[in-house]
């Protein structure tokens, strides 16, 4: 089999997106044949644009391959150029008929389980046990994530992500701090901010995206990261109700004001309300010797290399990533929140053999390995760190090990409306308009009214 180079820019092996489509199509998808009898599968997945990785990644020969290998099935690539919540909608609308379903479809792993209960997705469970991949390769952590309310798989992880503390190691000796940074817990986070408060003024200790305008990032990059590292929850799954009051929940909301309002470590409110906070910490005052300590994603990394917004020569021996800690040093040590990006069949499918034998090829080790690399994020597989280039990320295998002790955001159609709430609340605590208390009452009070008493519950 021929293997895709991770070395290989990505942009010397694409033709147009006009061009892909075209060729790729070859005959009507309303009756899944192609008009010299192949079997036709339709390939859909959120496109941005012209510039596309996805698109591009297909268009570096995969498909060619592929079909190669098969020359019965042909495959139609089919990118839906639309925002992320867009994107969920018209999926929808097109898994509902058999005449507009297509074969494999790119799922969010956090609407995963509500689209298998709203009957939109194929079990796919006999298609994995007879997959060897699946025991060996796969991680484990990750299959929660495609696995619907009735236990059942509903997916192939294709991508991931991980979170954790970016620190500037010369800020952390200058300041008399170790290196590496391996806190312990909570306690440790804050002292080292003070710390660095205390020996470097001028320097933001630490930076966590509290600003509703950075939207879900609020969430999942701060306010999950500190309640999932507790005893506590955001959504009980055995009950089926929204944990709107717990210890660890108040405990999240508690470490947020003592960061922003009693120890003043965190940015300015001109930063922190700001939308591009994220950007602005990592392609200015990371550069800049200005930021010591960042919570964020394993994404953000990509910003230094050579290639990036904000390149930093010899980047690892100055910038370092370390798990964010439990909150008193609880096993497993460290905790982490994971997104990504599934392959699925939707239930409507017309050719479902084929289109498991099109995911089949797309996560084998080289090309989910390749797919990775080509976006910048992690990959479901456990031998990835075997395939040349994989590794050579910078913190690619620390990010990687933290998919171990990964948590998901909940899985539910109403988990938007809770997370916009979070945010409302996160960014009110940090800003001092409400003490965590109010933000506790806040939360029962709007969730029930916007989703029913009967949906929260309280520990």
């Given at each position: 089999m021929r293997k895709i180079s991770l070395k290989m820019p990505v942009a010397a092996v694409m033709t147009s997106l006009l061009i892909l489509t075209t060729a790729c199509s070859g005959g009507s998808s309303s009756t899944g044949t192609t008009s010299d009898g192949k079997k036709e599968v339709t390939v859909s997945f959120r496109s941005s644009g012209s510039?596309?990785?996805?698109?591009?990644?297909?268009q570096s020969g995969l498909v060619d391959q592929f079909e190669k290998e098969n020359p019965d099935i042909k495959i139609n690539i089919a990118p839906v150029?639309?925002?992320?919540?867009d994107y969920t909608s018209k999926m929808v609308l097109q898994m509902k008929s058999p005449d507009t379903a297509p074969d494999v479809i790119a799922e969010d792993t956090s609407i995963i389980k509500s689209d298998a209960a709203a009957g939109y997705l194929e079990p796919l469970d006999s298609q994995v046990q007879g997959w060897s991949d699946w025991e060996e390769h796969i991680i484990d952590n990750l299959k929660a994530g495609v696995t619907g309310e009735d236990g059942k798989v509903y997916g192939v992880p294709a991508t991931s992500d991980t979170r954790g503390i970016w620190y500037n190691k010369e800020l952390f000796q200058q300041a008399g701090l170790e290196v590496p940074f391996k806190p312990a817990s909570w306690a440790e986070v804050l002292e080292a901010a003070r710390t660095i408060k205390q020996k470097l003024p001028g320097v933001t200790p630490l930076n966590m995206i509290v600003g509703k305008a950075n939207g879900e990032g609020v969430t999942m990059q701060t306010l999950e990261m500190l309640l999932y590292g507790t005893a506590d929850t955001l959504y009980n799954d055995t009950s089926k109700k929204w944990v709107v009051n717990s210890p660890g929940l108040l405990d999240s909301f508690k470490f947020i004001d003592q960061v922003f309002n009693t120890d003043k470590t965190g940015p300015t409110m001109q930063v922190a309300l700001n939308g591009q906070a994220g950007s602005i910490a990592f392609q200015q005052q990371f550069p800049q010797d200005k930021l010591a300590m960042a919570v964020?994603?394993?994404?953000a990394g990509s910003t230094w290399a050579e290639n990036g917004a904000a390149p930093i020569a010899n980047v690892e021996e100055k910038i370092g990533f370390a798990p964010f800690p439990t909150q008193n040093g609880e096993e497993p040590g460290a905790t982490t929140m994971s997104g990504g990006w599934a392959w699925s069949v939707p239930a409507q499918?017309?050719?479902?053999?084929?289109?498991?034998?099109f995911i089949e090829f797309l996560m084998n080790k080289e090309n989910a390995t390749a797919r990775v690399?080509?976006?910048?994020?992690?990959?479901?597989?456990?031998?990835?760190?075997?395939?040349?280039?994989?590794t050579d990320r910078p913190y690619t295998k620390e990010a990687q090990e933290l998919l171990n002790v990964a948590h998901f955001r909940p899985a539910n159609d109403q988990y938007a409306a809770v997370s916009a709430q979070l945010q409302s609340i996160v960014e009110s605590i940090a800003s001092g308009k409400l003490t965590p208390e109010e933000g506790i009452t806040q939360l029962k009070d709007n969730v029930s009214r916007s989703l029913g008493a009967d949906s929260i519950e309280e520990k």
């Amino acid at each position: 089999m021929r293997k895709i180079s991770l070395k290989m820019p990505v942009a010397a092996v694409m033709t147009s997106l006009l061009i892909l489509t075209t060729a790729c199509s070859g005959g009507s998808s309303s009756t899944g044949t192609t008009s010299d009898g192949k079997k036709e599968v339709t390939v859909s997945f959120r496109s941005s644009g012209s510039e596309d990785t996805l698109t591009k990644f297909f268009q570096s020969g995969l498909v060619d391959q592929f079909e190669k290998e098969n020359p019965d099935i042909k495959i139609n690539i089919a990118p839906v150029l639309a925002s992320e919540g867009d994107y969920t909608s018209k999926m929808v609308l097109q898994m509902k008929s058999p005449d507009t379903a297509p074969d494999v479809i790119a799922e969010d792993t956090s609407i995963i389980k509500s689209d298998a209960a709203a009957g939109y997705l194929e079990p796919l469970d006999s298609q994995v046990q007879g997959w060897s991949d699946w025991e060996e390769h796969i991680i484990d952590n990750l299959k929660a994530g495609v696995t619907g309310e009735d236990g059942k798989v509903y997916g192939v992880p294709a991508t991931s992500d991980t979170r954790g503390i970016w620190y500037n190691k010369e800020l952390f000796q200058q300041a008399g701090l170790e290196v590496p940074f391996k806190p312990a817990s909570w306690a440790e986070v804050l002292e080292a901010a003070r710390t660095i408060k205390q020996k470097l003024p001028g320097v933001t200790p630490l930076n966590m995206i509290v600003g509703k305008a950075n939207g879900e990032g609020v969430t999942m990059q701060t306010l999950e990261m500190l309640l999932y590292g507790t005893a506590d929850t955001l959504y009980n799954d055995t009950s089926k109700k929204w944990v709107v009051n717990s210890p660890g929940l108040l405990d999240s909301f508690k470490f947020i004001d003592q960061v922003f309002n009693t120890d003043k470590t965190g940015p300015t409110m001109q930063v922190a309300l700001n939308g591009q906070a994220g950007s602005i910490a990592f392609q200015q005052q990371f550069p800049q010797d200005k930021l010591a300590m960042a919570v964020d994603g394993s994404w953000a990394g990509s910003t230094w290399a050579e290639n990036g917004a904000a390149p930093i020569a010899n980047v690892e021996e100055k910038i370092g990533f370390a798990p964010f800690p439990t909150q008193n040093g609880e096993e497993p040590g460290a905790t982490t929140m994971s997104g990504g990006w599934a392959w699925s069949v939707p239930a409507q499918a017309k050719n479902k053999e084929e289109a498991w034998k099109f995911i089949e090829f797309l996560m084998n080790k080289e090309n989910a390995t390749a797919r990775v690399v080509a976006e910048g994020s992690l990959s479901p597989r456990n031998d990835s760190t075997e395939v040349e280039g994989y590794t050579d990320r910078p913190y690619t295998k620390e990010a990687q090990e933290l998919l171990n002790v990964a948590h998901f955001r909940p899985a539910n159609d109403q988990y938007a409306a809770v997370s916009a709430q979070l945010q409302s609340i996160v960014e009110s605590i940090a800003s001092g308009k409400l003490t965590p208390e109010e933000g506790i009452t806040q939360l029962k009070d709007n969730v029930s009214r916007s989703l029913g008493a009967d949906s929260i519950e309280e520990k």
